[in-house]
């Protein structure tokens, strides 16, 4: 009898239909998040930084 694969779950331990349900729970508030005004200005002062950190590194 064939051996039924095991889904990688890179490490978690989290069931793949656990992972699943909280991403349909959170990746609408992400993306509203990141729509939003504060949204954008909060990454464009990440992406600045991060920017910054890049260019003290070389």
């Known amino acids: 009898m064939p051996r039924r694969k095991k889904p ?4 978690t331990g989290i069931p ?3 992972v699943e349900a909280l991403v349909r729970v959170l990746l609408p ?3 509203a ?3 939003s005004e ?3 200005r909060e990454y464009a ?3 600045a930084k991060q920017q ?3 260019e003290d590194k070389v």
Request: charged share 35%; net charge negative; hydrophobic share 25%.
């Open 52 to 54: 910054a950190e890049q």
């Open 8 to 11: 990688n779950d890179y490490g």
């Open 29 to 31: 508030e992400i993306q």
């Open 33 to 35: 998040f990141f729509e």
């Open 16 to 18: 793949y239909h656990e």
């Open 45 to 47: 002062e990440w992406k």
């Open 38 to 40: 504060d949204g954008q």
